[in-house]
């Protein structure tokens, strides 16, 4: 889980938003350490091969998205290239057994939910009461870091925060259906 290992997954032109850089070296610290620090979460080797697998081949489908982790299930936090740059974009999580769900509207809301250190994050149900932030000493450790480096803690309003990427990305589904055909 390396920096060098984004930076191969980007297309011609991108940059790697600096959030998830960060995000990247803090992630391969804490693997030296043998330190989980946000769940299940984990910074992926090779996203162009694992977004390749996820759309069974298809290559085309494949491209429109930046894959740069995956939780213990297989599934894969990507973002959406939909903005102009990828820090504009917004991250989904595409399950392992199918399922698109359009989390936030850019990578840095995004890191508000991963401050809860949860597992499943794909799946919390951010519409209803959000959990509660994990008490684990790695979790501990990762939300103060993020908020020492990046000025960014636990989503005040997950629920209204997700609902508003959902309501304005709305289309990913069918655009995920429409893809593979």
Same mark, same amino acid.
């Given at each position: 889980m390396s920096i060098a290992a984004l930076v191969a997954s980007l297309h011609a032109g991108e940059t790697l938003p600096s959030d998830l850089e960060q995000l990247a070296g803090y992630a391969a610290q804490a693997a030296e350490r043998g330190q989980a620090f946000a769940g299940d979460f984990e910074i992926i080797e090779d996203g162009a091969?694992?977004?390749v697998t996820w759309f069974a081949g298809r290559t085309k489908p494949a491209?429109?998205?930046f894959a740069f982790a995956h939780d213990g299930t297989g599934a894969i936090f990507a973002i959406w290239r939909r903005g102009s740059t990828l820090d504009t974009s917004p991250v989904v999580f595409l399950g392992s057994e199918g399922e698109t769900i359009v989390l936030t509207s850019t990578p840095r809301?995004?890191?508000g939910l991963l401050a809860y250190g949860v597992d499943?994050? *794909?799946f919390v149900d951010w519409e209803e009461a959000p959990p509660a932030p994990s008490a684990d000493a790695g979790s501990v450790a990762f939300r103060a870091?993020?908020?020492k480096a990046l000025g960014v803690g636990p989503a005040a309003d997950p629920a209204k925060l997700v609902l508003a990427a959902r309501e304005r990305h709305s289309e990913l589904e069918s655009?995920?259906?429409k893809?593979? *055909?």
């Open positions: 091969a694992a977004m491209e429109r998205f809301e995004f890191l499943d994050l *794909g870091w993020l908020e655009w995920v259906m893809a593979i *055909g």
